[in-house]
């Protein structure tokens, strides 16, 4: 079981940016999955996810209109299209076959193993 994450770098205020995570040894359709980050000096916050079986999908308000989260079912990929990226985006970012998937307010981690995460990769919006 094997999560592999890439994209990530610098860009300036306002520019996109796209991250991917391939897995192995899993179906991602088997999961919730969700795309977790973490700021300098911040806790680890959810920022989007998508239920077990690719269902509802769901965001924090702050990356609302902005993120977009998908799955490619042929390629057994997830991804995170970032536009309009602001310098308060700046964080590791993770993917994760690893959430409670039920609302805006509710992307957390359900304990998984590591092995279910990504290593991260760290986006830096610069101003």
């Known amino acids: 079981v094997q999560l592999v994450e890439s994209g990530g770098g610098s860009v300036q205020a306002g520019g996109s940016m796209t991250l991917s995570c391939a897995a192995a040894?899993?179906?991602?359709?088997?999961?919730?999955v969700a795309w977790y980050r973490q700021a300098p000096g911040k806790e680890r916050e959810g920022i989007s996810c998508?239920?077990?079986?690719?269902?509802?999908?769901y965001y924090i308000s702050s990356v609302k209109g902005r993120f977009t989260i998908s799955i490619n079912d042929a390629k057994n990929t997830m991804s995170l299209q970032m536009n309009n990226l602001r310098p308060e985006d700046t964080a590791v970012y993770y993917c994760?076959?690893?959430?409670?998937?039920?609302?805006?307010?509710?992307?957390?981690?359900?304990?998984?193993?590591?092995?279910?995460w990504g290593e991260g990769r760290l986006v830096t919006v610069t101003s």
């Open positions: 998508i239920a077990i079986g690719g269902g509802e999908t």
């Open positions: 040894g899993f179906t991602f359709d088997d999961f919730a």
């Open positions: 994760a076959a690893d959430a409670l998937c039920r609302s805006e307010s509710t992307i957390v981690s359900v304990g998984y193993s590591r092995e279910f």
